[in-house]
């Protein structure tokens, strides 16, 4: 069965970084465009940011461009997203997912696999 696990959040101050993994298992990797999307408590699930399989193209969403990076290691079968300059407002639970796609990636129906997430907290 198809894993996916998140790690690396925490409570931080405003300002700082984290860095997420999420490290998956049963699956080819390589074939799969990964994303990230998170939830506050109250508000709708929220796309983070993505990077599709082959070519490596990412996406961002327009709260986080230019503060976080999306990567991927196909030899680790993990994907990470760098979170710079943190917010308040970035707090929330963060989930990694898994599609085939590679078209489509900014919207949460089109991935197949989720991981259980994992909390960030940003204090002021």
């Known amino acids: 069965q198809v894993q996916l696990a998140e790690s690396g959040g925490g409570l931080v101050q405003a300002g700082d970084s984290l860095r997420l993994s999420c490290t998956v298992s049963?699956?080819?990797?390589?074939?799969?465009?990964m994303g990230w999307f998170r939830q506050a408590p109250g508000k709708e699930r929220e796309f983070v940011s993505a990077?599709?399989?082959?070519?490596?193209?990412?996406y961002y969403g327009d709260s986080v461009k230019g503060r976080f990076t999306i990567s991927r290691d196909n030899a680790k079968n993990t994907v990470y997203l760098q979170m710079n300059s943190l917010k308040p407002e970035d707090t929330a639970v963060y989930y990694c997912?898994?599609?085939?796609?590679?078209?489509?990636?900014?919207?949460?129906?089109?991935?197949?696999?989720w991981g259980q997430g994992t909390q960030v907290t940003v204090s002021s």
């Open positions: 997912a898994a599609t085939q796609k590679v078209f489509g990636v900014v919207v949460d129906t089109g991935y197949d696999y």
């Open positions: 049963r699956l080819t990797f390589s074939r799969y465009s």
């Open positions: 990077i599709v399989w082959g070519g490596g193209a990412t």
